[in-house]
């Protein structure tokens, strides 16, 4: 099998039909140059209540459906799909994105370019035209504070711990490595899964990509992001809102990641998780406020 898509969905309805039809323009026109010839995709669906995977048996008939029964979490549900598929490189997307024309063959010709690469990642779009800015550096301890979604990297953009962690000084307009994507989109290579395992069952959902690609980097497999490919994602839809779950899941992964990649002196390791599970409490309570 030369190429596996794999999908993981969690009430996934509005958007998943429109995902898997995106598939075929981004492998590009039949018989063109370097396009994959034979793939499979699979939708590994985490217990969906909205019909998701009858949705995809009835209209996308194609596509295999793997029910897991219980949501799992991120990392387990592409490790499953991992599992199920066979292709020599396996696109790993969300249900939420929607892949431009060519962009999957793109990537698949970047790989068979680049044989250290173990990842390639595309330019992700946001719905609006403007970036996603997917292509990152490895997260240090200000990035609790200067992440994409803090008040204070929207108060203070140009902040020098927030330009470093987004590579803000980047014009993401050329191909190169880089420390880590997002696993809402990438392509990775099946000897490389081979070589460092697949996601770290540990992390839920999210840091399970940072720790992924952190783990390429070690075993000396790149990860790059190449921009001639595109895919738009439609944030969020995926995740089924922001849920107390999702945002513990979230700061327990920050946690995790941490302990496993910067390990501390247990008073330093204690203070630092009473931080974390304080601001996840904190923004729990809000969570609960606005609904």
Known sequence: MDLSFVVVTYNSREH????????????????????????ECVVVDNASGDGTPELVERDASEVRVVRTGENLGYAKAVNRGLAETSGRHVLIS??????????????????????????????????????EYSARAYPDHFAFLFNRYSLLSRLFPRNPWTRRYLMLDWDHETARSVDWVSGAAMLVRRAAVVAVGGMDEAFF????????????????????????????HHIGASRGGATNRV????????????RKHHPAPLPLDLLAAMFIMARARLLMALNRRSR
Do not use: K
């Open 16 to 39: 998943i039909l429109a995902c898997l039809r995106s598939f075929e323009s981004a492998m590009g026109p039949r018989g063109a140059a370097g396009a994959p010839v034979r793939w």
């Open 247 to 258: 945002i513990l899941e979230r700061h327990r992964g920050m946690l995790h990641y941490f």
């Open 205 to 232: 959902m999210f840091n399970e990509d940072v720790d992924w690609c952190r783990r390429m980097n070690q075993a000396v497999f790149s990860v790059d992001y190449v921009p001639a490919a595109e895919t738009v």
């Open 94 to 131: 969300n249900p939420d994105c929607e892949w431009r024309e060519g962009a999957v063959r793109e990537l698949v010709a970047w790989l068979e370019a680049h044989p250290h690469c173990g990842i390639a990642a595309p330019r992700i779009r946001n719905p609006d035209g403007s970036l």
